[in-house]
Each structure stands twice: as C-alpha cells, then as structure tokens.
C-alpha cells in the first residue's frame, strides 16, 4: 500500500525547497487570516540568492523565463503558507490567485507566465491547488519584479 505525499514531500520530490519568509517590506502582514480563508500579501519571484527575477516581459524576458520566475513566487507563498501554518496538509483549497505580470504594452501572454505558479500549486495540492485565476498585466512591480502574485486559501479547522 502507498501511503498519499504530503505537499512537502512533493515539492522534495519535484526537485524545489522551500525559502525562509522575508518579512513585508512595508506597513502589512503577509497573511492575513478570517475564518477558514488566508489572505496572502503579494510576493515575487525570489531567486536563490536573495535577488527577485527583475524585467518586463515581451521586452528582457521570454515567457518561459515569465514562467519560471511565476513558478519561483509560487515556491514564496507556499514558504508563507508553511511558516504560517506549519504544515502544508492544512491547505483545503487554493481558492484565487491573482498574477500580475510586468510587461510591455504590448505583451498578451500573462496566462502562459502566470501558469508557472498555477501549475506549481497543483504539483503540490493536486486538485486541491485548482482555483479560480486572473492574469493582469502591469506597467511595473515594486523593485522591477517580472511578476507578484497574491493568494488565497482555505484551510482545515484545527
């Protein structure tokens, strides 16, 4: 018998760790929660160095690099969810997710650039990572980033 992974044991398997959480860089709270559902603050796509994947999309980036750095942001709210909740098995839901792309004017493409997270949660939560999505282009992010994405989940009663 085959015991289910939890959502760590996935991203191990997947090949992708979690980061320590960097503390807002402002007057907020990366989480927020009321009732069963978590409001997480925008986050963007942090590389291993500390350093966020910075450039417009259609101009310094191809969307697969957008997707990756998605991917990457993906990888920084799931380090919130796991700081905050302590363990990811309480995870219910991902109920929206909404992706901002820094892009060009004429740059069309954020649901492929957006898919990098989209498909992370759902490496990790199966098709509880399944939700309701929007993909907006931007003019800029704080610090040049090429994509923030906020999130939020409901979660399991304790």
């Known amino acids: 018998m085959l015991l289910a992974q939890t959502p760590e044991e996935k991203i191990q398997a997947a090949g992708y760790t979690l980061s320590k959480v960097s503390p807002p860089v402002a007057n907020y709270v990366n989480v927020v929660c009321s009732g069963n559902l978590l409001f997480l603050a925008g986050k963007g796509p942090t590389q291993a160095d500390g350093k966020y994947v910075t450039g417009k999309l259609g101009k310094d980036l191809t969307i697969e690099q957008g997707y990756a750095a998605a991917r990457l942001t993906a990888l ?45 949660m759902v490496l990790v939560f199966g098709d509880k990572g399944k939700h309701a999505r929007s993909a907006i282009g931007v003019a800029s992010l704080p610090f040049g980033m090429a994509v923030e994405v906020e999130l939020i989940v409901e979660v399991e009663n304790d």
Not at 82 to 107: A, M, P, W
């Open 76 to 120: 920084a709210q799931l380090s919130v969810l796991k700081d905050y909740l302590g363990n990811l098995s309480r995870v219910k839901r991902v109920v929206k997710v909404l992706g901002l792309v820094n892009g060009t004017e004429d740059f069309t493409d954020q649901p492929k650039v957006i898919n990098g997270f989209s498909d992370m």
